[in-house]
């Protein structure tokens, strides 16, 4: 993948360039001329990508950012890719890209300093646990949230699956923080936690590609997490970008049309059906 240095952008006094001019890609401020850099974490986790490799076009926030980029009238060719680390995506500061897709909430503290697209994925919380662990699927109910909270949680460090869990769940006993989502499965299949938060597309995924690394039993997805708010992820933009607003006039026609409803299908409809936890 390519990681692109700082190229020259359009002051932040320029103001937001007017949507008559958002798919003439000769008159946009970008990183690159005549290019689109979109970022994403490494590694690059499905159900949201594919392989690790976001140039790919496969899996949600791969095939979404393509499809915004055509929507603004960039080939697919014309679309660059950098890594940028998850926390560094919405901390302040010059940014190496035009916009970062990776699972991102939105939020007034994060909104301070970076800019949001209007959202693109309605975010649920779910929890797993390994079958047997606590009451699940298996059993006649799915666990009440007491019974989660008296389970040792793990969640990954900075991310809303954390406010969650001391929000609503309300632990009983110190939750176990990861930095990835790797570890925070791996810290699951081997008994170092009882019960994990996780975005529910994510925890899908973790359910599938566990299914054969442990023999006495299999991750289960057990039920969403009552939400707090209406979270929803959204692409993240330098502050003051002046793309914000082509970003969002291309997510709104792709909203419009029914084609993100249709990418959400194809990659994330896997979640129809889980329970709320009560």
Do not use: H
């Not at 190496?96 to 503290?109: C, G, K, Y």
């Amino acid at each position: 993948m390519l990681g692109l240095g700082l190229v020259g952008c359009a002051p932040e006094d320029d103001g937001p360039v007017r949507p008559a001019d958002c798919r003439n890609i000769a008159a946009l401020p970008l990183r690159a001329p005549g290019k689109l850099t979109v970022a994403t974490d490494q590694p690059a986790y499905a159900p949201w990508f594919r392989s690790d490799d976001p140039a790919n076009g496969q899996g949600y926030e791969s095939a979404l950012a393509y499809a915004v980029a055509g929507e603004m009238g960039f080939s697919k060719e014309q679309v660059v890719w950098t890594r940028v680390p998850f926390a560094n995506a919405f901390a302040p500061g010059e940014k190496a890209f035009d916009f970062d897709v990776n699972q991102v909430s939105i939020t007034e503290a994060r909104r301070r300093v970076v800019d949001f697209s209007t959202g693109y994925y309605r975010v649920k919380q779910v929890v797993l646990e390994i079958r047997g662990v606590l009451p699940g699927p298996a059993a006649p109910s799915a666990p009440s949230l007491a019974e989660v909270a008296g389970e040792k949680i793990g969640v990954v460090v900075g991310t809303t699956s954390a406010q969650s869990v001391e929000q609503v769940v309300k632990p009983k006993e110190p939750v176990a923080y990861y930095d990835t989502n790797d570890l925070a499965a791996q810290a699951l299949l081997s008994g170092q936690v009882g019960a994990l938060v996780v975005d529910l597309p994510t925890g899908f995924e973790i359910n599938s590609s566990s299914r054969t690394r442990i023999s006495d039993g299999e991750v289960a997805v057990v039920g969403t997490i009552p939400s707090v708010a209406d979270e929803q992820f959204g692409l993240v933009l330098g502050k003051g970008s002046p793309l914000t607003s082509c970003v969002d006039e291309a997510l709104g026609r792709l909203r419009q049309n029914g084609s993100l409803a249709e990418l959400e299908r194809r990659w994330l409809g896997e979640g129809a059906g889980v329970p709320t936890l009560r």
